[in-house]
C-alpha cells in the first residue's frame, strides 16, 4: 500500500465513505436499493435513478446477534449480513428504500423470508439451470418482474431507452474494471492482491457511477506509469496466486494476507468480486431485457447445475495470469462450493497446477492454522 497512487485510498476507503455518500444521496431524495448478490442486474437499479449498494457483510461482528435467529453451523456471509440488517450497523441496509435478494443457496434464500419481515424485500427466484428455453425464460420474467417492481415501489417509468443507457455505462465500468485487474497479468505484477481486492471491492462503492469509471481509469494509468517507472513492488520470486470459490471479502485478513506474507501473491481473483461477473458485457445489440437475462444467467456460481463455466475460467485464467498456485475458498457450510472442490481441483492439476482448499469462517481462531498450510503451500510452489 506504502507505493500505491494517491487514488487508491479514494477506492479503498470508498466503502467506509459511501457511509456519507448515500446519506447524501438520501437526502437528496434518491431511492436506495441494497444487493447481496452478482446475479442482481444493477442495471434496473440504475435505469431506475435509484442508487445500487452491495450490504455489509464482511465481518463477524454482528455474528451472534444473527445467531439468535439462525442457525450457528450457517455460512459466514449470510449471518454477518443478516446480523447486519436486524441490528441497524449497516448504513447500505439502513438507508435502503428496497432489498433485492435471489434465491441463489438454500442459506440464502430461508434468510431473505426473515429479512423480509423487517425490510421491504424483493426475491428473484433464480433457476437452478442456466441452461435451456425454460431457465431463460424464467429469469427473464423475474427480471420483468424486479423493473415492475422498481416501478411501482418507486413510482418511475423504466423504459427501454433507459435501460439502454445504464447497460453502456456499466459495460464501460466492467471495461474499466478488467483494465485494472488485468494488471496482475504483469509478471511480477505491479500491485499485491491485497490491495486489488481493496480497489476491487471499492468498485461497488462507488456511487456515482460515472465519476467512478474516471477514477478507475486514472488509478489503473497511475500504477502502471509507477510501475514503467520501475516501481516494483513485488518481488519476481513470488509465487502467483489465483483465488477462487467462495467470496473472499470477509476473509481477506486471513488469507490474503497469509498468502503475501508467506512468499506468494494473490494476481488473479475468479470469485464474486474479481473476474466472474465483470468478464462478460451485456450485449449492447439485442432486446435490453433480453441481453440482461443473457449475461446474469451465464454468471458461473457454484449455485447453478451444472456450472462447467467455473471449470473453463479458471483453466483460461491459470493460463492468462501465468498461475502457479489455486487457492480455492470454501466458506463454512457451504455446501455447493466445498461440493465443486473436487471438479476444481481436478482441472487445476490436470494443468499441472497445485491446488489447496482452504475451509474457513470470518472468526479469527483459525488464524495459526491457516498460516501454516499456506505458507507450507507456497513453499511447495
Ligand atoms: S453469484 S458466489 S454472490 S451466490 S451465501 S453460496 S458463500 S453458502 S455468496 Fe454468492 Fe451470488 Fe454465487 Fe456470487 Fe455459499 Fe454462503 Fe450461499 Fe454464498
Sequence with gaps: MENMPKAFEEFSDARKNGFVKVKEFKDKGYKVVG??????????????????????????????????HLPKNLCPLIKSSYGFAITNKCPYIYFSDLIVGETTCDGKKKMFELLGRIKNTHVMQLPPSSIGEESFNMWKSEILKLKERLENDFQVEITEEKIKESIKIKNEERRAAE???????LCP???????????????????????????LKSLTKAIRDKYEEGNKPVPKSAARILITGCPSGGVADKVVKSIEENGGVVVCYENCGGVKEKMTLVREDINPIDALTEKYLSVPCSVMSPNDGRLDLIEKLIDEYKIDGVIDITLQACHTYAIETFNVKERTNSKGVPYLNIETNYSPSDMGQLKTRIAAFIEML
Excluded: H
Design 35 to 68: 444487493t447481496f448478490c452478482t446475479f442482481t442486474p444493477w442495471e434496473l437499479m440504475d435505469a431506475a435513478g435509484a442508487i445500487g449498494v452491495s450490504v455489509c457483510g464482511v465481518s463477524d461482528e454482528t455474528t451472534e446477534d444473527a445467531e439468535a
Design 179 to 185: 483494465e485494472f485487474y488485468s494488471l496482475g497479468k
Design 189 to 215: 505484477p505491479p500491485l499485491w492482491g491485497y490491495d486489488m481486492q481493496k480497489v476491487l471491492e471499492g468498485i461497488s462503492y462507488s456511487l456515482d457511477r460515472k465519476e467512478g469509471i474516471v477514477n
